[in-house]
């Protein structure tokens, strides 16, 4: 019985490390076999045959689920889309692509602008720019017809739809209409024309599409919350504006200053994502990088939305005032 345990352990060891030796970081092979013996053994003396061998096969298991996403395809020339490259996070996917060896299409908002000019400049020539603004169909189809007379019988392997605009985050009686339109029309139904129009090249690669979205952590700029504090100044029916108060608008932007200072200017989580995205031979279906985005996710998903309410009930009156109508004992059920 013995014998037939070591051997179903020996056994275990030589699957992870064949597993280990495809991963891309091979480094100590031998370490590995040694740390995953001592494991065994560790397992097989102090617990029962049964109950340690259960415990190594398990320990086994998830190690070999954990190397097999960590097995990576080459990446050979392959092509990729990246929408919204004039700056931040597509901008800096699109260089660190290049720099791995992806043929890169950089869709950009304006291919004569600053970012377009410094991707031009600074990576390879298997980077191309394109003119590609996401609402606008003909732009769309025209980068199209521009991949699929560059790649050829190469096909497409990825499509990253990434543009997006910021929205701001005020209360949602607060946002003007067209602004809520603008958003639509760019975060999503923009990715939506992108992925039907590139669809059949990526189903021919058997390749991969990937959207990148935000929870609210993309805050915009102190000049972007001035000019749309000013639009909901001007644009709030009187009545309104008497019920929240001019105040209490003018310090919308106190939340995202707040947001600002905690938020971390480091992109390599989400490229490293990315990257795993594209590269990995089993791709994981949904991505939160940064710590605490997955907290925020769990807290979403698992808390009782009356608490969710609380918390950020609370959050936000730390960060600025109430409405001025809540404000008033009074008044509380008006809103
Ligand atoms: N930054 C974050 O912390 C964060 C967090 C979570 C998710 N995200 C998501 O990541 C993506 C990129 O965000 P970011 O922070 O890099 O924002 P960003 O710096 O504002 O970049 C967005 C890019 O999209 C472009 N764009 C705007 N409208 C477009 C249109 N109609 N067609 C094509 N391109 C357009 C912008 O061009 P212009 O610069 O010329 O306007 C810009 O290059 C967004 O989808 C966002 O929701 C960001």
Redesign the pocket.
Known sequence: MAGLCLAAAALLVATVLSKYKKSPEQVGSQAVCLALGLWAAVCLISLSLFWGLALFSLSCLLMYTYLSEQEWLPVDQKAVLV??????????ICKHLDKMGFTVFA????EQ?S?AEELRRSCSSRLSVLQ?????PEQVKEAHSKVVEKVQDKGLWAVI??????GFPADGELIPMNEYKQCM???FF?AVEVTKTFLPLLRRSKGRLVN?????????TSDMWEMHEKKILEHLPREVLADYGEDYILTLKHFLAHLLDT?SPD?SP?ILDVQHALCAKHPAAFYSPGKR?FLWLCMASIFPTGLNDYLWKTNATKARHMPRALSLPNRNKAM
């Open positions: 929408t919204g490259s004039d700056c931040g996070l597509g901008h800096a869709g950009v908002l304006n602008g970012g590609m603004d996401v609402t606008k739809n990434n543009a997006g605009i910021f029309a760019v975060n923009g990148i979205s935000s929870m609210g952590e993309i805050t915009g938020a992109f989400l985005a």
